[in-house]
């Protein structure tokens, strides 16, 4: 199986902030890799596909981008809204997996 | 507005077994693939199952073959996953989502739903 590794696993930051967070599979998955936004007692959300496509509706703060190996979510100018747990998956071979998630939290 | 709804959980004894269904709706459900993942706070987020849209084609994940069977009745949109051999690891929020693909060979999960309890204890 492919793994998928995530960091940070948790972060803080203020409002306008620019926020990265990485994720690295375990061997190259060209560009079938996704981002999901999950907040607390909901289910998660598909933020990013494809690498770099923003689902319809997410705001456009939101970006990704990478290929192979390395991957990055940027959040341009994190809103107070923003504040949940991320998680990158590979869509590339299965089974399909999923990182071990990074919590944004607002200072 | 795509929308799905899951039911079926509930506690259950080790060994037993359970049906989880997913009713689909806003979208022509025959057209597209849908997954079951599931999600425990030790575990993270683990994908399980794969249904194709015409239901040709099934995935599942190592620690579930044998015993889950995902299939689906297009005619009542509706996604189901039958759980055997149920044990105490099988514990978690399952959740059905929708992929934006037929073939679901790469599967990205573009809706989902709320997700229902599934907890194996005697």
């Known amino acids: 199986d492919i793994q998928m590794t995530q960091s940070p696993s948790s972060l803080s930051a203020s409002v306008g902030d620019r926020v990265t967070i990485t994720c690295r599979a375990s061997?190259?998955?060209?560009?079938?890799f996704n981002w999901y936004q999950q907040k607390p007692g909901k289910a998660p959300t598909l933020v990013i596909y494809?690498?770099?496509n923003l689902q319809s509706g997410v705001p456009s703060r939101f970006s990704g981008s990478g290929s192979g190996t390395d991957f990055t979510l940027t959040i341009s100018s994190l809103q107070p809204e923003d504040s949940a747990t991320y998680y990158c998956?590979?869509?590339?071979?299965?089974?399909?997996?999923f990182g071990q998630g990074t919590k944004v939290e607002i200072k | 507005e795509v929308q799905l709804l899951e039911s079926g959980g509930g506690l259950v004894q080790p060994g037993g077994s359970l049906t989880l269904s997913c009713a689909a709706s806003?979208?022509?459900?025959?057209?597209?693939?849908m997954s079951w993942v599931r999600q425990t706070p030790g575990k993270g987020l683990e994908w399980v199952s794969t249904?194709?849209?015409?239901?040709?084609?099934?995935y599942y994940a190592d620690s579930v073959k044998g015993r889950f069977t995902v299939s689906r009745d297009n005619s009542k949109n509706t996604l189901y996953l039958q759980m055997n051999s149920l044990r105490a690891e099988d514990t978690a929020e399952y959740y059905c989502?929708?992929?934006?693909?037929?073939?679901?060979?790469?599967?990205?999960?573009?809706?989902w739903g709320q997700g229902t309890l599934v907890t194996v204890s005697s």
């Open positions: 998956q590979q869509s590339y071979s299965t089974p399909p997996t």
């Open positions: 806003g979208f022509t459900f025959s057209n597209y693939a």
């Open positions: 249904i194709s849209g015409s239901a040709g084609s099934t």
């Open positions: 494809a690498t770099s």
């Open positions: 061997q190259s998955i060209t560009r079938f």
């Open positions: 989502a929708k992929d934006p693909s037929y073939s679901g060979s790469y599967p990205t999960l573009d809706y």
